[in-house]
């Protein structure tokens, strides 16, 4: 009991004029807590439970993993090549140095450090605010190329980038929803400019005002929420170095046979119903990625320009002879069967194939689960420490009373520690 | 504020009795850091050997060693009151009952699923 007189005795004065009536412990401490130390510990223990149901909740989505990845092991290692290294790793060591700060942060708050601690929950929160940025592009860039959950899912080699009006025309969108998934990126980034719009508004009324304590809290607010577009730009620049042997093939195939491919599937399938024609369109495509040298071959040089004037309706020849060497070359691959009366029984092969919508989409589904609620926790671990850095701005933390810090530090590190195992798992199978 | 200077006044007195704070070291910080970006490095080098069957394990093996480094330094559990680190250990029993048990069950139904296609040819010959 020598815990509680120290603690009392040290914080007297503070307790009564802070607090108003006549108990004798610190503004900090609960009344049903003896010591300050007892609610530390109730506290520390309160968010170790916490953090148990976070793992049994996480732990369901690794066994969706575990079992699909268990049944379809190809589907897994063809589909993770979409995923950008880089970007992955990046964006790991963006939260390990977060995990660092905030470990670090935790030290000050109990070292009574208080401009270093608000110093480093700001960078906390602006390592956050990057790993959503990178993560951003990410998601935008995948949105664009059709690698979505099964249903939605449209990607196809020929055409990795497709226009919202092919979207609309191929895949059978709304308008709307072509719109969005073209132009992704501006719909993720709205709110987050909003926030930052918002912060230095705050900031300037805050410093006319004279506020000093809201200023205070503003300034390093503010830079967290730009540094949103920082992660942002990192991205972009680390997604336009890794896609570039990718594009040049985009480039030199795609743009010549995109448009032609959508009226291929759309006059020769268009009748026999919605779904047909997009499966078909998929399968061919993805004959198209492996052949997509070889089907330059036939015809020579030549082929571009006969491409080209295919495009033209009238010229029902050579649109012919196009549509005749494609369906040539899917047979010869041998993974496509274009009659469709043949197609119940060749169901199984074209299934092997790694990138159907329906396999491909699976892999998809689980990733954006996966990660989605991952960033999900980044957002409420953003919440949160915004709160304390406005806590700590105020400087209620002291050597007693770190609590808060804590344990959202804890918090923190098993979202670090969630995407330790999420990182090898999804960008690094072979 | 106002106890600010005061606390740290008498922080000698507070440190002999009713002080629990345990701050960590900076250069262990550091360390911990150093050797988790380390074992990231190693984790997307070893991806470009191929491994077999055993990539999978040896990239768990890899993530478990940073899972354990975090754990122990960055969420303080080695130096914590030890009812912590059973809590939390206690709830990775639960999740290894959880997937074992699903997978294997998955394993012994998986045409529930799909048929696998290496096994549908000779299925799809006899059908004809």
Same mark, same amino acid.
């Given at each position: 009991m020598a815990t509680i007189d120290s603690v009392t005795t040290s914080t007297d004065a503070h307790a009564d004029d802070s607090h !108003? /009536? %006549? &108990? %004798? /412990?610190?503004?900090?401490?609960? &009344? /049903?807590? %003896?010591t300050p130390e007892q609610q530390f510990d109730s506290g520390k223990l309160g968010i170790w439970l916490f953090l148990v149901t976070e793992i049994l909740f996480f732990s369901g989505m690794f066994c969706a993993y575990a079992i699909f990845r268990m049944l379809r092991p190809e589907v897994f290692e063809g589909c993770s090549q979409f995923l950008n290294t880089k970007l992955g790793a990046i964006n790991t060591g963006v939260l390990l140095f977060s995990s660092l700060t905030m470990a670090w942060a935790v030290r000050c708050s109990q070292t009574e450090e208080h401009k270093k601690l608000v110093a480093l929950i700001a960078t906390t929160l602006s390592c956050a605010m990057v790993f959503l940025g990178v993560k951003s592009i990410e998601y935008s860039h995948k949105w664009g190329m059709g690698l979505?959950?099964? !249903?939605s899912y449209f990607y196809s080699a020929a055409n990795e980038h497709p226009t919202a009006q092919q979207l609309v025309e191929i895949h059978g969108f709304s308008e709307s929803m072509a719109y969005f998934l073209t132009n992704s990126l501006y719909f993720i980034c709205a709110p987050f400019a909003l926030v930052a719009v918002a912060v230095l508004v705050w900031l300037i009324v805050a410093k006319v005002s004279g506020n000093a304590f809201q200023y205070a809290c503003a300034k390093p607010l503010l830079v967290v929420a730009l540094s949103f577009f920082g992660g942002v730009g990192l991205g972009m620049i680390l997604e336009s170095g890794g896609e570039h042997h990718e594009g040049e093939h985009v480039a030199a195939a795609g743009d010549h046979s995109d448009a032609e491919h959508g009226e291929h599937s759309g006059d020769d399938h268009g009748d026999s119903g919605h779904s047909h024609s997009i499966a078909s369109d998929h399968s061919e495509a993805s004959a198209d990625e492996d052949g997509a040298t070889m089907v330059e071959s036939p015809l020579g040089d030549d082929y571009a320009a006969v491409k080209l004037l295919a495009e033209n309706e009238t010229n029902t020849g050579l649109k012919d002879l196009v549509a005749a060497e494609r369906t040539q070359q899917s047979i010869a691959t041998g993974k496509v069967l274009t009659d469709p009366a043949a197609s119940d029984v060749g169901i199984s092969t074209v299934e092997s194939e790694v990138n159907t919508p329906r396999q491909a989409g699976v892999f998809f589904g689980i990733y954006y689960c996966m990660t989605g609620v991952h960033a999900i926790h980044i957002l409420a671990g953003i919440g949160v420490l915004v709160w304390l850095l406005i806590r700590a701005v105020r400087q209620d933390f002291n050597r007693q009373y770190f609590g808060p810090v804590d344990y959202v530090g804890l918090y923190w590190h098993l979202v670090d520690l969630i995407w330790i195992y999420l990182f090898p798992l999804l960008y690094l199978i072979r | 504020m106002s106890d600010h200077g005061h606390s740290t006044a008498d922080s000698h007195d507070g440190h002999a009795e009713g002080d629990f704070a345990h701050p960590l070291p900076l250069p262990m910080l550091f360390g911990v850091f150093g050797a988790l970006v380390f074992l990231t490095i190693v984790t997307v080098a070893q991806a470009n050997y191929d491994l077999g069957s055993f990539d999978i394990a040896v990239v768990m093996f890899i993530a478990t060693i940073k899972a354990v480094l975090v754990g122990l330094f960055f969420m303080h559990l080695a130096f914590d009151k030890p009812f912590n680190l059973i809590v939390f250990l206690s709830s990775f029993v639960f999740v290894a009952l959880f997937v074992i048990i699903t997978l294997s069950d998955a394993n012994m139904t998986s045409e529930a699923f799909e048929n696998n296609p290496n096994d549908a040819p000779p299925a799809a010959a006899a059908e004809m």
């Open positions: !108003g /009536h %006549d &108990h %004798d /412990h610190p503004s900090w401490l609960a &009344h /049903h807590f %003896d979505l959950p099964p !249903g | -």
